[in-house]
Every structure is written in structure tokens, then in C-alpha cells.
């Protein structure tokens, strides 16, 4: 039973698209990341939420719109898709509060802009 | 605001040769400190973590790491590598601030274990 999933796990999409990533975690934690991955292996956060409520945005171009529905699924879209936007997006979750910031992380997201 | 610095970008090893992966990190209060793998087309998982208490921790596949308040580090090891351990590994700290926890990664370095 998959801690943290996300789909799809591949996408390849031309320039100009709006794409969607889909993350769900059945851990009970409260908070949910999502992370971009450069072809350098470069980690970089881009929104947390915690319990539905956005707690960290970084300067993430507004084409990218995260959405929880619910403390247990965080969803990415995309509008508008550069080829700057070709990376692998990670999901993650964490229990904040009394927690540490361990996160756990889905399988990753790989999407390529054409 | 803290950071993380892994110095070393690539590391090569033969097969049953000790390793260390290097990371130091800066940050004015405490932090929790951890150690992420990641094998080739997988997400990360934790190898291990320092919380409080002893200062040498072990984690998973035979891995440990010292910290080092005196010397902001956070050194990862392991006294004979497997081939298997070819994989991306992330130092990263973690803050509480604002009411959670920030996590702060390095950029990883790349152990290649040689045959």
C-alpha cells in the first residue's frame, strides 16, 4: 500500500498545454509539498499546504496552481507549459507540529515539454 | 535562514572501499538534520536522521553519519560500499519557523560504486 502516490508518472505534452499532477497520501500527515527536480538533480520547493491552507509559496510563476481538496491529496496544474517546465515533480508529505520535517516522497512525476 | 552544502558533486568508489559523503550546513538555533537516497527513476527515501541525543547515528543499509555541532557537519558514511548503493544522496536540515517545519536540501551528491 503506497505511502505517497502521484499521477501520472510520465507526461509528455507539447509547449502551450495545461497538465495536471495528482498526489494522495494515506499517512495521516498533515502538511503536503510539492518539489521540483532540475535534469541536475536540483531539489526545489514550491508549495506546502497544511491541513488545505497554502503555508509556503515560492516564486513559483503564477502558471503553476496547486490544489487541496483535502489534507490528504495535493493537486499541481500547469497552464500555459514552457520547455522551461520539464523536470520531475515530486509529491511529499509531512507530519509538522510535533514533527521533525521528515518527509516522505511519492515516485516522482516526470513531465516533458515538447 | 539556514543552508546546506554537499561539496562534493560525484563521488566514485570501488566496490568493498569505505566512503564518506560530506555535508555541512549553516543555521543561527537547532535543526534536525537528515540524509535522503534516491536510486535511479525512484523518489527519496530517508537513510537516516539526527533528532537530539547521540551524535553517531546508524540508518538503513549499513550507513551512518556523525553530527558535529563544533563543525556544522553532518557526514555521511559507510565502511564497505555495494554496488547497489549507486544512487543521488541529499543531505537536508530541517527548522522550525512560522509554525512548521522548513526543510532545506542540499544538492546532492552522486556516489558511482565501481565493479
Known amino acids: 500500500d503506497t505511502a505517497v502516490s502521484q499521477t501520472p508518472k510520465y507526461l509528455v505534452t507539447q509547449m502551450g498545454n495545461d497538465k495536471s499532477i495528482k498526489c494522495e497520501q494515506n499517512?495521516?500527515?498533515?502538511?503536503m509539498y510539492w518539489y521540483k527536480q532540475d535534469s541536475k538533480k536540483f531539489l526545489k520547493i514550491m508549495f506546502s499546504?497544511?491541513?488545505?491552507?497554502?503555508?509556503i509559496n515560492e516564486t513559483v510563476p503564477n502558471r503553476f496552481s496547486p490544489k487541496s481538496p483535502d489534507k490528504a491529496h495535493l493537486n499541481l496544474h500547469i497552464n500555459s507549459l514552457e520547455l522551461g517546465d520539464s523536470a520531475v515533480y515530486f509529491c511529499a508529505s509531512s507530519q509538522d507540529g510535533v514533527g521533525t520535517g521528515e518527509l516522505f516522497f511519492g515516485e516522482g512525476s516526470r513531465l516533458t515539454v515538447l | 535562514a539556514q543552508s546546506v552544502t554537499q561539496l562534493d558533486s560525484q563521488v566514485p568508489v570501488f566496490e568493498e572501499a569505505p566512503v564518506e559523503l560530506r555535508c555541512n550546513y549553516s543555521?543561527?538555533?537547532?535543526?534536525?538534520l537528515f540524509w535522503y537516497v534516491q536510486y535511479p527513476n525512484q523518489g527519496l527515501q530517508l537513510l537516516l536522521k539526527?533528532?537530539?541525543?547521540?551524535?553517531l547515528v546508524k540508518g538503513i543499509n549499513g550507513f551512518e553519519a556523525e553530527f558535529n555541532k563544533s563543525q556544522t557537519s553532518f557526514h555521511l558514511r559507510k565502511p564497505s560500499v555495494h554496488i547497489s548503493d549507486t544512487a543521488e544522496y541529499f543531505c537536508?536540515?530541517?527548522?522550525?519557523?512560522?509554525?512548521?517545519?522548513?526543510?532545506?536540501f542540499g544538492t546532492g551528491t552522486k556516489l558511482q560504486v565501481i565493479p
Open positions: 537536508a536540515v530541517s527548522l522550525y519557523s512560522g509554525g512548521y517545519q522548513k526543510v532545506t
Open positions: 499517512l495521516g500527515h498533515d502538511t
Open positions: 539526527y533528532l537530539s541525543g547521540s551524535t
Open positions: 499546504y497544511n491541513n488545505k491552507e497554502l503555508i
Open positions: 543555521s543561527s538555533v537547532s535543526v534536525y
